[in-house]
């Protein structure tokens, strides 16, 4: 596979358009894949994100339930108690161990049929009957999320 490190300090990228010699069933075959002993996976814009398992988006807000809010049980706590934005397959672990997430746009189909499998996790703030494009779909995120914690 042709691996992507440029502009990476911490995780390497393996992109679907730079597999000149792989087919997408290889491809799709590294997906489905456990990764190695210690690094984890996204899935982000048709390509594969490997990274150390100790780091990702959902291990950050642990992280920060545990700093800011004190907390012992940062699993428990994001499932109760914290909301997040998110608009990518790659913020979908953050976004199933939180309370709540707010989407301003759909990214891609694997998005869209997660938010219908989860709609009373997942809501849709943007792209709703051409309404709420763009950042109009941002701030409403946020001002659901921010409504959400009161």
Same mark, same amino acid.
């Given at each position: 596979?042709?691996?992507?490190?440029?502009?990476?300090?911490?995780?390497?990228?393996?992109?679907?358009?730079?597999?000149?010699?792989?087919? +997408?069933?290889?491809?799709?075959?590294?997906?489905?894949? +456990?990764?190695?002993? %210690?690094?984890?996976?996204?899935?982000?814009? %048709?390509?594969?994100?490997?990274?150390?398992?100790?780091?990702?988006?959902?291990?950050?807000?642990?992280?920060?339930?545990?700093?800011?809010?004190?907390?012992?049980?940062?699993?428990?706590?994001?499932?109760?108690?914290?909301?997040?934005?998110?608009?990518?397959?790659?913020?979908? +672990?953050?976004?199933?161990?939180?309370?709540?997430?707010?989407?301003?746009?759909?990214?891609?189909?694997?998005?869209?049929?997660?938010?219908?499998?989860?709609?009373?996790?997942?809501?849709?703030?943007?792209?709703?009957?051409?309404?709420?494009? %763009?950042? +109009?779909?941002?701030?409403?995120?946020?001002?659901?999320?921010?409504?959400?914690?009161?």
């Amino acid at each position: 596979f042709v691996v992507d490190t440029k502009g990476y300090s911490t995780c390497f990228r393996v992109n679907l358009k730079q597999q000149t010699l792989r087919s +997408e069933v290889e491809f799709n075959q590294l997906l489905a894949r +456990e990764a190695p002993s %210690g690094l984890a996976t996204s899935v982000n814009l %048709g390509c594969i994100d490997f990274y150390p398992a100790n780091s990702g988006k959902m291990k950050c807000c642990q992280y920060l339930a545990c700093k800011f809010a004190g907390v012992v049980d940062d699993e428990e706590y994001l499932a109760k108690s914290s909301v997040c934005l998110c608009d990518d397959d790659n913020d979908l +672990e953050m976004a199933l161990a939180c309370k709540h997430a707010f989407v301003p746009g759909v990214s891609s189909e694997s998005m869209s049929n997660t938010i219908q499998a989860n709609p009373k996790q997942l809501t849709l703030t943007g792209g709703i009957d051409g309404m709420n494009e %763009g950042t +109009e779909a941002t701030e409403r995120a946020l001002d659901l999320a921010i409504a959400a914690m009161e």
